[in-house]
């Protein structure tokens, strides 16, 4: 089973940018599917983006055209980079992957401020 370790958080004025990495261990995560949720307080977890392992993606229409996931196979890596940040994106973000979104990060805090 893969582990993933979240990293890239904080806080951030609005209209800033910010870029999460999900670290790997364990498998490789290039014939993963790879996801981005988070969950903002007293709201449920909520999907992001997902990246396919023959390079495809979607996204949540709440972040459409401000956030893109991407990866690095040779790095073992999935990114989020975050653009045009608005508070309503504070949360605690979670990568996950595999099949069923088997494994989970602990997550790493967005915090943006208006």
């Known amino acids: 089973q893969v582990q993933l370790v979240e990293s890239g958080g904080g806080l951030v004025q609005a209209g800033g940018s910010l870029r999460l990495s999900c670290a790997a261990s364990g498998r490789s995560l290039s014939s993963m599917t790879m996801g981005w949720f988070r969950q903002a307080p007293g709201k449920e977890r909520e999907f992001v983006a997902r990246s396919w392992s023959d390079g495809a993606t979607y996204y949540a229409d709440s972040v459409k055209g401000r956030f893109t996931i991407s990866r690095d196979n040779a790095k073992n890596a999935v990114y989020l980079q975050m653009n045009s940040l608005e508070p309503e994106d504070t949360a605690v973000y979670y990568c996950?992957?595999?099949?069923?979104?088997?494994?989970w990060g602990q997550g790493t805090q967005v915090t943006v401020s208006s």
């Open positions: 996950a992957g595999g099949a069923n979104w088997r494994s």
